[in-house]
């Protein structure tokens, strides 16, 4: 480069350099303590936000989520990150398509949403673990959520990738974000471990640096501040419809005496379990509720603002333990297929009467299609295609080993043994509760019954000495809340066949994403006798996109009449659990990004209990355009 063009050059550069800082020095969030507000670039500021977990949109509708909530009236979104979402492995780490959490955080800041982060590492969320890696589990006796040295290390790798990614996004650096949150409500949690607090403080400011606002989130108690609260970490609280304002805010004062008032999580409507009325909140106590706390100067995130969707495994559970459907509507705002509802029109109006609503269109509700009904063909039984589901072969173990033992983190694992004694007349197994969490047990492929954690502990069992015992276990998500979260999975005590430990077991970990890809390839690859297989059993359909209508595919619902309980597939993809026997979740959202037009579109589902099919009932599942999340229950619960 010529002498004088590096002059010019240079010149520019620090030109450049002083623009930027000018920007950085411009961009500022902070708190106003004697105002009790926040500042950003200097001026008041209040944040009316909601909540939308990235993990449970499809990234393909992220974008169309974000704008329908910047039409709310909403001025910033909140969102989690899961963990154990990211870092499946300890040496694996996914940025990218459904888990590119930059691009989520860039389409949020082009469309002028300032965004609230929360981090973790512990999130609850209603997702597996609370957003923890089930591998943490590999050292048995670790405490989660504390100072456990095994513990602090992994969450300090993790977060040593995490938030250097964060960084640039921060408010200061030109981004979006504007507060982080350090851990999720910990002074509900037993361990009030202050130094694990400290680590997490010193960590997060390590990484993104002095000026960020970092915040703490805790149930509007005293008790539930006493732990969850940190000099250095702003406090706020959460509560919903029907608890009074005035008080809340009062034990938010209690740890913060001066600043904004923040409700982190006000509840637009609330999670189900499995088994449980579906939950919903009224529109009107909602806006009441929310313009009285607008009412009172108070920034809200409203938890959630859409719910989404737990595809695949993803769900987490309860204590005692009650595990989440696949659907998370949650009864928000936006559905859980993104739909405008009443609720969402009657916030907005709320909103507006404290802030200018954007202008221009709402982008509409998506388009549904009923394709109607498809016909599934019983194609193979989980114990005649093990080679195929466990291609490494079982591991043998006198007696049973954990998921995490055996490095199967999700979905099921097959217990084999044989029975040492003749059962002409029928036995009792006895599980000690130790079925984590629900057990498909059978002879010889006949089936005998099911063992249910926290329900069912023991069956009959009938067979002869040297039958095959098979016990199929069923992960249905880890508990996400409270002192249980260190959740073990599969056979977690031993099984006795009357007075007798049952010994000598085969254990298969089942790659279903793996057999569901076979099954794309070609449906009978098998070649078993369909005529009369027992169950757990896989099933195939196919459908296609109907030509002639303009905008297929669309959206759609699927459900399955006189089927029991499963797993389902679409073109590969992990639609999730379904569980009509149980209620109240009755058709599962099938967005339509997974569908194609080219070819049929294929089903997999694996039927665990009994369907329609195996009783010569008519064998389909059927789509149609509406969704059910609150179907009958069972006449016993
Ligand atoms: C809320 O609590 C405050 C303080 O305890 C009390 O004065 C007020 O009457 C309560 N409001 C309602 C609606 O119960
Ligand atoms: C399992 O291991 C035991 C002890 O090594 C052995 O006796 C038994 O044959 C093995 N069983 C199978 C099915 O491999
Ligand atoms: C089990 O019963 C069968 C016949 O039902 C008999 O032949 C066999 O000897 C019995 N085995 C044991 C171990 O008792
Ligand atoms: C189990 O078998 C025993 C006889 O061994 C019988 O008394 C009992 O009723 C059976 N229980 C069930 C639930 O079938
Ligand atoms: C099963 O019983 C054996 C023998 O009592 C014991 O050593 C083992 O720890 C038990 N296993 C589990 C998973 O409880
Ligand atoms: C569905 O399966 C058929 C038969 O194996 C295959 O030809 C087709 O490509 C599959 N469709 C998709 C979308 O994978
Ligand atoms: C489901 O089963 C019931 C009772 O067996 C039957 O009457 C009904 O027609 C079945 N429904 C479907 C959709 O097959």
Redesign the pocket.
Known sequence: MPHRALRGFLLLQLLLTVAELRVQASRTFEIDYEGNRFLKDGKPFRYISGSIHYSRIPRFYWKDRLLKMKMAGLNAIETYVPWNFHQPLPELYKFSGEQDLEYFLQLAHEIGLLVILRPGPYICAEWDMGGLPAWLLEKKSIVLRSSDSDYLAAVEKWLGVLLPKIWPYLYQNGGPIITVQVENEYGSYFSCDYNYLRFLLNLFRQHLGKDVILFTTDGAVKDFLKCGALQGLYATVDFGVGTNITEAFMSQRMAEPKGPLVNSEFYTGWLDHWGEAHQTVHTEDLVSSLVDILSCGANVNMYMFIGGTNFGFWNGANMPFSPQPTSYDYDAPLSEAGDLTEKYFSLREAIGKFEKLPEGPIPPSTPKFAYGKVAMKQVNAVSEILDVLCPAGPINSTYPLTFVDVKQYFGFVLYRTTLPKNCS????LFSLDGVHDRAYVSVNGISQGILERNKVFS??ITGEAGDILDVLVENLGRINYGSGINDFKGLISNLTLGSVILKNWLIFPLDMEETVQQYLSSNEIFNSDPSNLPLPSFYVGRFSIPAGIPDLPQDTYIQFPNWTKGQVWINGFNLGRYWPARGPQVTLYVPRHILVTSVPNNITVLELENSPCSYGGKCFVEMVDKPVLDGPLPKTS
């Open positions: 007349e029928p036995v009792r069956i009959n």
